[in-house]
């Protein structure tokens, strides 16, 4: 038998329940039974671990099926990553897959920039501390400040404290040479307005960019060189004209360097569906090359470049939420509270560009103010009626979301999205979501995903 180790997908999401489910009957007659079998992996947080990269898969290659999983955590936060969870089907034990899961979660935290891998097990089963010590991981003192993220998420759970033991594994820094992976998180667009046209022709906008929690994932390699390269292909864009890979030129130039990247990218962010993607695709390679080349351009420059790629790459540059207007060379960052959004697909591409020539579109609104904004006065998108009537799959997904509470528009895509004060809101709302429609849930952060990778990676943010 032979298999490979890809991250999950959302049609994985039983198989690996099942996994977990098969993998617990082990623990039968242990003292830590009863709370195993009392507890089973909620499908809704594996889902959300899973559009965020953090669950792989083990797939038998004769039937292409999960027969092993392993979870990471995040929540931790910092330069720390735990192992939520690691199993293996029974039938499939000592053939290496639990080796291979676990070196394979490592290898992509030191990626990112993580220096240590946490997790919790038990120290008299052959399969759990044992297993670990194989691979690097060492019993570490459990009161010690650093782990009472772990005692507590036991203790909220029940998890006996006498039964677990908590173990750490030192991650080394990834060399320029190797692999490193970079967050290209997403964002919505809270409100759009037009309130005119300059006298170049470019309308006059206002919008609020909340920055989210999920998005693309890039990974850089550096090359001694010179060349740029761009790995698979995205969308119906040449390499030449990728904004990724402009933006490693544009920054190789200002800086006056002779330095080569290899880029791929995990594509989560649908295209056409106003959240951002390319843009921040862009920021990403500008900021994560800035550190990995040594450019030491500053904040103020790699702003300049991207300007120069498109309006909206600043902003992502910047990594804060903020107030934008003109054509979106203003900006000014904005605190917003903590909120979490239901974000539904249509599947169905909306062009921005065709929106921004629409003779319908209304180019007149009075200007909106910040005050007006958080008073709930300004949400409308000026997008939204044109949209509604050329795309179907779209006023559908906002009609049905719309039932559920304030459904909006994000920027000129397709995105439809609706704000709520709990996470366990959103999750009931994507729970419900018809077949004909994806939805999933993004926190909204005040911090970017990518300013958090930098301070990994030892850069100044």
């Not at 772990?150 to 404290?161: K, L, M, S, T, V």
């Not at 960019?209 to 998005?215: E, K, N, P, S």
């Not at 390269?229 to 904004?243: I, M, P």
């Not at 009537?389 to 559920?404: E, F, I, N, Q, T």
Request: aromatic share 8%.
């Amino acid at each position: 038998m032979t298999f490979r180790i890809e991250r999950a997908a959302t049609t994985h999401i039983d198989p690996i329940c099942a996994i977990e489910r098969a993998a617990v009957q082990m623990f039968r007659g242990h003292a830590a039974w009863p709370f195993y079998a009392s507890m089973s992996i909620p499908p809704e947080l594996l889902e959300e671990a899973i559009r965020r990269g953090l669950v792989w898969v083990a797939l038998d290659d004769e039937r292409d099926e999960p027969v092993g999983f392993v979870w990471l955590d995040t929540e931790q936060g910092g330069d720390v990553v735990g192992i939520a969870e690691i199993d293996v089907l029974p039938a499939y034990s000592r053939r290496g897959i639990g080796a291979a899961l676990l070196e394979s979660a490592c290898e992509w935290a030191r990626a990112a920039g993580y220096r240590r891998v946490d997790l919790g097990t038990l120290a008299d089963v052959p399969w759990n501390a044992p297993f670990y010590a194989r691979h690097g991981f060492t019993i570490v003192d459990k009161h010690d400040p650093a782990f009472a993220y772990a005692r507590d998420r036991d203790r909220e759970n029940g998890f006996p404290d006498a039964l677990r033991v908590f173990m750490s594994r030192p991650l080394s820094s990834p060399a320029a040479s190797e692999w490193s992976v970079w967050p290209a998180p997403a964002k919505l667009s809270l409100f759009l307005r037009i309130i005119g046209q300059h006298a170049e022709g470019h309308d006059d906008v206002q919008t609020v960019f909340r920055m989210l929690d999920w998005g693309d994932e890039i990974r850089l390699r550096v090359r001694e060189d010179g060349v740029i390269r761009l790995l698979g292909t995205v969308a119906d864009v040449s390499a030449e004209q990728n904004l990724m890979v402009r933006a490693a030129a544009s920054l190789r130039a200002h800086a006056g360097i002779h330095a080569g990247v290899d880029i791929d990218i995990d594509k989560r962010i649908p295209i056409g569906m106003g959240l951002g993607g390319g843009a921040s695709d862009a920021a990403t390679v500008l900021v994560a090359l800035n550190h990995l080349w040594k450019c030491r351009a500053s904040v103020d420059e790699l702003v300049t470049l991207g300007r120069t790629l498109r309006a909206d790459v600043p902003v992502f540059v910047l990594g804060r939420s903020a107030w934008v207007s003109g054509v979106g060379e203003h900006f000014k960052p904005i605190s917003l509270p903590r909120r979490w959004y239901v974000l539904v697909d249509p599947h169905e591409r909306v062009s921005t560009g065709d929106l921004f020539q629409a003779t319908e579109l209304t180019r007149n609104a009075p200007p909106a103010t910040i005050s007006s904004f958080a008073s709930g006065e300004t949400l409308e998108n000026a997008f939204e009626p044109l949209v509604r009537a050329r795309h179907p799959r779209v006023a559908a997904a906002l009609d049905w979301l719309g039932s559920c509470g304030h459904a909006r528009l994000s920027g000129g895509g397709g995105c439809v999205f609706l704000e709520t004060a709990t996470v366990e809101q959103a999750e009931d709302i994507v729970g419900r979501c018809p077949a004909s429609f994806t939805a999933w849930v993004a926190e909204g952060v005040s911090r970017s995903p990518l300013q958090r990778a930098l301070s990994r990676h030892g850069a100044v943010d």
